[in-house]
């Protein structure tokens, strides 16, 4: 369960969301300077609210009241970039280890080769990233974030810097990660087409403010 | 004529010693103020960088004079050290390997600063949300990254520490076998009648040494910066 309360200043910008999600994907839906990746920064602990309530399964991981805010690194969560983010000086093995690394996590091979087997990526694992095409770099980011085991996994627009060719290739891998993953995930897009194939739960994002929630059915011109 | 003598060797092995003693010292230190420097603010931030690059803009005799007067036996310093600790930097090769520490420390910062200030935030953010811990961020992260900085800031700071002349004789004098390096090994062959030969050794030793140096730092840059481009 992910249940968001806050405000938070940006300049000009004022965001200001509340919503409670227990969907697998909930989609976080808008036009780009909607508010989407400060919300899911929020989410993630790398920005800090100016207040409010963020709680990821139960643990309360911000609460401006009571002055708690947990470090990104605590939170436990994985993060999808939109640019990938994989570590240059790192092979893929290395970068897919990470998290697991960091975390202090035993060695789960069997997760490991499920992981690798799931993205399709055995075949890049000694390369890297310097190596690897857009849409490569992607599903590595992916199974990296995976390999931390987080309780929550954030994806913002992990999509959108690649052409529709790209997207084609890994939109599958996001639908097989939604159905046999077992992680939930919060998916950042303007894209409405994709989140109707990959979302369970919407929330739409309009000028900081939440315009709508709900099912898929929101993203219908219908449905407004 | 190329007959090195053993008060030349003595001098070639002190200058080695001192300036390879001073970078191993000031880099640990040089990478963690170039990494305060570059990623953070805080009060008295553009004095801490002023004191930094102090000893380049000061006369090197000002600083060695500075050094003598805090550091010297009876200085402030120096007087606790040597009481207390039983350290003492006076007319000792470790002075002269603090003085050239310090002087080259302006050219050990720079680079490792501008190599931090390049790294992409957003690689250590991604690490972070992987579970890193700041320190971890830093280790695992930021300083594998800032590594041909790191490699550049050593290599000059060290040719700058083995041809460090004005602060060190002023700190801790010229005494062969103690203090003695190629610079004022030199500066006192010159001074005398028949030194010229055994001065222009010294010189060629020092241009050779140099010149490695350059070509080692040159070769370590290249490799540093393939690995971290991910090649």
């Known amino acids: 369960m992910l249940r968001v309360d806050i405000v938070k200043q940006l300049g000009e910008f004022t965001l200001q969301a509340a919503f409670t999600s227990e969907g697998r994907v909930t989609g976080l839906f808008g036009a780009s300077g909607a508010g989407k990746t400060s919300l899911i920064n929020i989410i993630a602990g790398l920005l800090r609210p100016d207040g409010g309530i963020v709680e990821i399964d139960g643990e309360t991981v911000d609460d401006t009241a009571r002055g708690i805010h947990v470090p990104a690194w605590r939170r436990r969560i994985g993060y999808v970039f939109q640019d990938a983010r994989l570590f240059p000086h790192l092979s893929v093995t290395q970068n897919l280890d990470y998290g697991r690394r960091m975390n202090r996590l035993p060695d789960d091979r069997a997760q490991r080769e499920r992981v690798i087997e799931l993205l399709d990526i055995g075949s890049l694992l000694d390369r890297r990233p310097g190596k690897l095409s857009g849409g490569e770099r992607q599903r590595v980011a992916l199974g990296r974030a995976l390999l931390a085991k987080p309780r929550l996994l954030l994806l913002d627009e992990p999509l959108g810097g690649l052409d529709e060719g790209r997207k084609l290739e890994i939109l599958p891998y996001l639908v097989r990660l939604r159905d046999e993953a077992n992680v939930p995930m919060v998916y950042v897009s303007h894209d409405a087409a994709e989140l109707r194939q990959l979302a369970t739960q919407i929330v739409m994002l309009r000028e900081g403010r939440v315009t709508s929630f709900g099912g898929v059915k929101v993203l219908s011109p219908t449905g407004r | ?231």
């Not at chain 2, 001073?22 to 880099?27: F, I």
């Not at chain 2, 006076?90 to 603090?98: D, E, I, L, M």
Request: net charge neutral; aromatic share 8%; hydrophobic share 55%.
């Open chain 2, 1 to 231: 004529m190329f007959e090195i003598s053993p008060t030349e060797w003595t001098a070639i092995l002190l200058s080695l010693r001192v300036a390879v003693v001073a970078t191993l010292v000031a880099t640990p230190l040089g990478i963690g103020l170039a990494w305060l420097l570059a990623r953070h603010d805080f009060w008295g931030k553009s004095l801490v960088d002023a004191l930094v690059h102090l000893p380049l803009v000061l006369p090197p005799v000002v600083t060695g004079y500075l050094l003598l007067l805090t550091l010297g036996r009876r200085g402030l310093v120096g007087s606790w050290l040597a009481d207390h600790l039983g350290i003492v930097f006076a007319f000792r090769w470790t002075g002269a390997a603090v003085a050239c520490g310090i002087m080259s420390f302006p050219l050990l910062v720079r680079p490792i600063r501008l190599s931090i200030e390049a790294i992409d935030r957003k690689l250590e953010q991604a690490a972070e949300t992987l579970g890193a811990p700041p320190w971890q961020v830093f280790l695992t992260v930021t300083l594998p990254l800032a590594l041909p900085g790191v490699l550049a800031g050593m290599v000059l700071g060290f040719a700058k520490a083995i041809g460090e002349f004005g602060a060190t004789i002023t700190f801790v004098s010229n005494i062969p076998g103690e203090t003695q390096t190629i610079s004022s090994a030199i500066y006192a062959l010159i001074q005398t009648p028949d030194g010229d030969a055994a001065a222009g050794r010294l010189v060629i030793i020092s241009i050779a040494i140099a010149l490695g140096a350059l070509v080692a730092a040159e070769w370590f840059a290249r490799r540093a910066t393939a690995r971290v481009h991910g090649n």
